[in-house]
Structure formats: structure tokens, C-alpha cells
């Protein structure tokens, strides 16, 4: 249990649902109730199914590619780190040129919900802590994004467009804390590696 939260938190971290809340009222403006609902089934599927089939087609390709975890984490690490501090810099997300039609899986299944930083900490973390507490860290990551943003209109009249922007720097901030976290721990088990050889 203890491995699920350690996989649960970064995952919620990096996917911010509640800092794509006016991104996602935004791009789904004008359309009705019905149409609202479909937008949001599809992008949790659509985001559920990418995200798991690169937790294990992912680490298949490091394999083949002899790329170790030790340098999976300083990569995927510093490309955290990176993430964040644009979040932190950028005054919000920015608005996307969208298809109507396509609005669920593109661009909020990918690369909103699941993008390079989700990627990225889903390896990472399979890696650490097992397949098992990542793949059920991800799917209840995902279905809380599904239930924000099926309450979106009470969560932004409760806390304000600013209320959430101010949480969304705040997770930013922590996902920089992870990122540099998983530099360090990378760097450990590179020089751990290298001892043992000598």
C-alpha cells in the first residue's frame, strides 16, 4: 500500500487536474451537457490507454536500447524539472488550436493529461516501485481527472480562476522537488554501479 502512494502522489502532481481546469473549461466552451460528458469520457480513455501502453511498451524499448534506469531517472528527471519550471515561469497553460471533433483525445487525452511528464514518471516509478502500484496509481490518477473535470463549473465558482492557478504553481513546484529528487537518486545509482565494478 505504501508503494501505491508513493506512486499515486507524483503521478497526481504531473497531471494536475486541477491546473488544466480553465484550459479544459476553455476548450470545451459552448458545447452542450451531453457533448461536455463524451469530451471527458474520451479523453480518460484516451489518456488511460496511452499511458499504460507505455509503462510497458516503454520499458521494452530502454531494454532493447541498454538504457538503465540509472539513466532513465537523470533524464526523466531533469525533463521533470523542466516541465515544472515552465509551469512555474508561464503564466497558465496555454490555449491550443483545436478539432472540435477531436477535442477528447487530442489535445486533452494527449498531451494534457498524459504528456512527457506523465510518461516520463510512469517508467520511473514501475521502475522503483513495481509494475502493480504504478499501473493503479495511474488509473485512479486518471479517473480523479475525469471526476474534476466533471465538476469543473462548482470547483472554479469555489475557488476562482486564480484559486486554481495558484494550486496549479504549487504542484509545479513539488513536481521540480521530484524531478531534482530523481536526478539525485540516478546519480547514487551510477556511482554505486561504478564502485561495485571497480
Request: glycine residues 10%; aromatic residues 6%; contains cysteine.
Amino acid at each position: 500500500m505504501n508503494n501505491f502512494w508513493l506512486c499515486f502522489v507524483p503521478l497526481f502532481v504531473a497531471m494536475d487536474a486541477l491546473g488544466l481546469l480553465p484550459l479544459f473549461v476553455s476548450l470545451t466552451q459552448g458545447l452542450d451537457r451531453a457533448r461536455i460528458r463524451r469530451v471527458i469520457f474520451e479523453s480518460v480513455i484516451t489518456a488511460m490507454v496511452v499511458a499504460l501502453l507505455f509503462l510497458f511498451i516503454g520499458r521494452i524499448i530502454l531494454s532493447l536500447l541498454g538504457i538503465t534506469v540509472a539513466d532513465f531517472m537523470i533524464a526523466g528527471g531533469a525533463l521533470l524539472f523542466v516541465i515544472s519550471l515552465s509551469d512555474l515561469i508561464g503564466s497558465e497553460k496555454r490555449r491550443l488550436q483545436i478539432d472540435q471533433d477531436s477535442v477528447g483525445a487530442v489535445p486533452l487525452g494527449v498531451p494534457l493529461i498524459v504528456g512527457p511528464g506523465v510518461l516520463t514518471a510512469t517508467i520511473l516509478l514501475s521502475s522503483q516501485y513495481g509494475t502493480g502500484p504504478t499501473v493503479a496509481a495511474i488509473v485512479f490518477n486518471i479517473a480523479i481527472v475525469g471526476i474534476v473535470f466533471l465538476l469543473a463549473d462548482a470547483i472554479i465558482r469555489v475557488l476562482g480562476r486564480a484559486g486554481t492557478r495558484t494550486i496549479s504553481k504549487l504542484a509545479s513546484l513539488i513536481l521540480a522537488a521530484i524531478g531534482v529528487m530523481m536526478v539525485r537518486k540516478g546519480i547514487m545509482l551510477l556511482v554505486a554501479g561504478a564502485s561495485a565494478l571497480q
